[in-house]
Structure formats: C-alpha cells, structure tokens
Nanobody
Framework: VQLAETGGGLVQPGGSLTISCAAS????????MGWFRQAPGQEREFVAA????????YYADSVKGRFTITRDNAKNTVNLQMNSLKPEDSAVYYC???????????????????WGQGTQVTVSS
C-alpha cells in the first residue's frame, strides 16, 4: 500500500486544519487506517484510526472531541479534521495502513504495515 499525506501547514491556536491521506494498492490485509504524530525528540504516538469496512473510529484521549477521522471508500482516502488546535498538537503527522481491529491493536505501531512520508502541522501564533 502506498500512502501520501497532504494538507499540513501553519495554523493559529484555536484554529482548524484538515489533513488527508490517499491510499493506493490497498490489499485485504489493510483493515484499518490510522494517524500517528511525532514531535521533535518524542516517540511517535497514536492519534486516531478508522476501519475501512464499517467506519469504526478510535481516538487518543488527547484529541477526543477535537479531532474527527473519516474515510471515503470510493476514493480510498482518509481525512483527519482537527479543531481547537493547541501548540502541543504540533508534530509531523503520519498516515498508516494496518490490520488491527481492537482499540489496543489500532494504537500499536507494530500493527501497521505501511506508512506515509508525513506532513508537518504547526500550531503557533
């Protein structure tokens, strides 16, 4: 699976931004699409995930209520709408394709077999 993220940029605190991931070459092993982020000097952390089949969603506690993940099966795209952004949301955001189903599985990086190159999101005034 090839993944390409778009839509990153600079946004002021409290603002909104939507980033997208286009997936090509999807296989039956690709059950779930996830978003992770990595800030300088920190571990890559789970942000949100969605299943292709029924659109089930999962969120990290730090973004719940502010971020929304959606998918378009016809276009093979996954979007992450980010509202009420905070400076601590600044990071490189990565799209990933994987086989996890449960919340524990979709949070784990090891359950993703393909990763995009990442897109920078900076929240600053």
């Amino acid at each position: 699976v090839q993944l390409a993220e778009t839509g990153g940029g600079l946004v002021q605190p409290g603002g909104s931004l939507t980033i997208s991931c286009a997936a090509s070459g999807r296989t039956p092993a690709t059950v779930t699409m996830g978003w992770f982020r990595q800030a300088p000097g920190q571990e890559r952390e789970f942000v949100a995930a969605i299943t292709w089949r029924n659109g089930g969603t999962y969120y990290a506690d730090s973004v719940k209520g502010r971020f929304t993940i959606t998918r378009d099966n016809a276009k093979n795209t996954v979007n992450l709408q980010m509202n009420s952004l905070k400076p601590e949301d600044s990071a490189v955001y990565y799209c990933a394709a994987g086989s996890g189903i449960s919340y524990i599985e979709v949070k784990g990086k090891k359950n993703y077999h393909s990763w995009g190159q990442g897109t920078q999101v900076t929240v600053s005034s």
